[in-house]
C-alpha cells in the first residue's frame, strides 16, 4: 500500500548543470522536444509541485494540451488536467499572474501565518497548511496522497528540489541536458546547502536518449 505519492522531478539544465541564468530568469532553452517530454510526464501525474520562486520566475504552469496525452488521462479515469501546487511560505504572490487565468485546478501549500490570507479566494481550490512552522513534508505528501494524488511530478525550482530531496522524498529525477553554457552563479536542479560527496544521495541511471542536440536523462534515486 502507498504511504506517500511517488515523486518525479523533471527539469531542463545546461551543459554546465544550471537550470537558469544568473538572473533566475524563466528557463525556456529546451527544445520543443524538451517541452513535449515535460508535457508527456505531466500527463502521467495526478499534481504538480513548484516552489514559489518558479512561479514568480514564469507567471504560468505547463498545461496538458496535446489531445492523444488527454485521451490518455481520460481513459486512466484522470481529469484532463493534474492540479497544479504551488509551495510559498511566505504567500507573497501576485494575483494578477497568468497562471491564475489558466484553466487548471490549482492548491497552494503554505504557512500558518499566510493560510489565512488565502484561504476562501478564487485563485485556489484549496489551500493546505504545513502543520509546522517549516513543513513536515511526510505529513504533507501524506495529505496529499488522501486527497487521492499518487503521483506528483515536482518542475522546479532547485530549492524545493534540495528540500525534498534532503528528507528522501523524491524517487526519480528526469534531467535533459540542453546545449548552451550559462556558468556562474546561476541556479542548479539542487540548491541549498549542498552535500558532502560522502553523504551525496546516489542515483541509477535507467535511461538515455539522445534527441538532437539534447540527452533525455532518466534516474532513479538509489
Ligand atoms: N530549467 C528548468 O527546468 C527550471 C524549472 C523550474 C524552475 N527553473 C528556474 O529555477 C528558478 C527558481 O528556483 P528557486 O530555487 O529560486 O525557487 P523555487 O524552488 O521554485 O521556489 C522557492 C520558494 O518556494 C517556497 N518554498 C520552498 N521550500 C519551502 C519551505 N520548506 N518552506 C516554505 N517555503 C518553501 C518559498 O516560497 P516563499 O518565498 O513564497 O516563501 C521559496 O522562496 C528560476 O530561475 C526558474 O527559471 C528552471
Redesign the pocket.
Known sequence: MLHRPHVTVV???SADGK??DIQ????RFGSAADKHHLETQIAQADGIL?????LR??GTTLTVNDPQLLQQRLALGKPPQPVQIV??????LDPQLRFFQQAVPRWLLT?AEALTGWQNRPEFARVLP?YSE??DWSQVFQALLGLGLERLVV???????A?LLAVDLIDEFWLTLCPLLLGGAA?SPV?GAGFLEAAAPRLELLSAEVLGSEVFLHYRRL
Open positions: 527539469l531542463a539544465m537550470i537558469a533566475r530568469s524563466a528557463a513548484f516552489g514559489a520562486g518558479t520566475a514564469y509551495c510559498s511560505g511566505s504567500g507573497a504557512s504545513f517549516a513543513p518542475t522546479g525550482g532547485g530549492e524545493l528540489v528540500e541556479p540548491a
